[in-house]
C-alpha cells in the first residue's frame, strides 16, 4: 500500500520535473517560478506533508477551509477565490498574497482591513469577463494605481486563468501580450500568475512566474471547486 506521503512525494516530483523541462525548453531558469500547491478541499495534514517536501506555498480558494490550515502550518498563503466583501477582514488575516482582485471597492477595503502587508495580483479576463472572473486589460491601471496608493498592499502583478474556449498557448499568448504591457507601465509589477495542474507548461513557456498546481499534486478533488 503506497501512503499519502509517498504518493503525495511522488506526484511532487513529477510536477517539478516537468517544470525543470519547460524552463529549460524556452530558457527561462527553474528557480523563476514559484510553485502554489493548491491545498482546497485537502486536509491540513496534506500540508504538513507538503511542508516536509519543502512546498511553502499554498492556495486556497476558500475562506473558512484557508484560516484553519494557515494557522496551523506557517508558510506563504496565496487566496485565490472568488472575492466576497464580507470575507475581506477574515482573507486579509492569514493571506499572504491574493491573486484573484478585479475591483476597486474590493482593494480599498481590503487596504483597510489588512493587519500586515499583503501582495497583490490583479485578475485579468482573457475572454471578456464571461463567468471565470478578471477585469477587463482596459480596467487594469485603475485597479493598479488604487494598489499603488494603497497603504499596505504591494503590487505582484497580473494574474488570469485560461478560458475553456481557447488553447491554453492562445489564452497565455494573449496574457503574455496584456502583461507586457502592463509591465511597462509598471514596473514593480514583476510577477505573472498563471497555469493550473493541466496547463502551466504552458503558462511558463509565456512567462508566468507563479504557477497554482492542485490536482496534479494531491490527486483529484471530491468536489470541484
Ligand atoms: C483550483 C484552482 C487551481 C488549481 O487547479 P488544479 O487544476 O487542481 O491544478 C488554480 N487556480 C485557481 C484559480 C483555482 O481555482
Redesign the pocket.
Known sequence: MTSRYDEIARNLNGVLDQVKSATQSCGRKYEDVTLIA?T?TFPISDVHILASLDVHHY?E?RDSDAAPKAEAVPGTWHF??QIQSNKLKSIASWANVI??LDELRHIQALDKVAIHRIGVFLQVSLDGAQGRGGAAPADLSELADCVLSSANLDLMGLMA?APLEITSDQAFEKLATIYAGFKASYPMATSLSAG???DFESAISHGATHI?????ILGS?PTP?
Not at 497554482?212 to 496534479?216: A, F, I, K, L, P
Open positions: 493548491v482546497k492556495g480558494n485565490q477565490g491573486h484573484s486563468v493550473m495542474s493541466n497554482r498546481v492542485g490536482s496534479s478533488r471547486q
